[in-house]
């Protein structure tokens, strides 16, 4: 049975297959699950390196990047394969400084993983797609939070749609400024 929200739902929780890639990203945050997700695509061998990105939070006692860090070293990640970017406080700065990095790094983003709560999978995407090259092709792996919010239950309960919806109102407020710069520029 479909539900008038199902469009929604479509737009916001998706996944693309996933395969060989210079570099795997994870916007910053203070779930577990997205290092969890990362270490299992090294461990397949799809990237030689992963990028958390974040700074201080009040989830965490560190940085969010020290914080998925620490589980990636704690799974036996190598230190040197963990890049690191500890200065973002937003997507769009988790985009443009894991970007900086891994120019400094001579990495060109031909094709990366972007490993994100699968609600902010959306946004993520966009969010990184204006900031990168636009050659850059990216593959979408989204995980379950701590949150335990899916594509299905998301609908159920007040506070899993207070979340998507404020998820769903960020897309817009993202890039209703954007679209406008990006579309002077051709």
């Known amino acids: 049975m479909s539900n008038p929200f199902d469009c929604i739902s479509d737009f916001m929780f998706f996944e693309t297959e996933i395969g060989a890639a210079d570099i795997i990203l994870i916007p910053g945050a203070s779930h577990p699950q997205l290092m969890e997700r990362a270490v299992l695509l ?14 201080s939070t009040p989830h965490v006692e560190t940085t969010e990047w020290e914080f998925l860090r620490n589980i990636g070293i704690a799974s036996g990640i190598p230190a040197e394969a963990i890049l690191k970017e500890d200065k973002a406080t937003n ?3 988790n985009a443009r400084f894991s970007l900086e990095v891994m120019k400094e790094m001579e990495l ?16 993520a995407l966009l969010t990184y797609q204006f900031i990168f090259p ?15 919010i899916t594509k299905d ?3 159920q309960e007040q506070s899993s749609i207070d979340i998507v919806m404020n998820e769903l109102e960020k897309v ?4 209703r400024k954007a679209i406008h710069n990006a579309a002077t520029v051709f």
């Open 42 to 55: 090294f461990e397949r061998g799809i990237a030689p390196y992963i990028l958390p990105s974040g700074s």
């Open 91 to 93: 997507t769009f700065e």
């Open 108 to 123: 060109v983003p031909r094709r990366v993983v972007l490993v994100c709560k699968n609600y902010h999978a959306r946004r």
């Open 134 to 148: 636009k050659t850059t092709v990216f593959q979408v792996s989204p995980v379950v939070d701590k949150t335990g």
């Open 153 to 155: 239950n998301w609908f």
């Open 172 to 175: 817009g407020k993202y890039f």
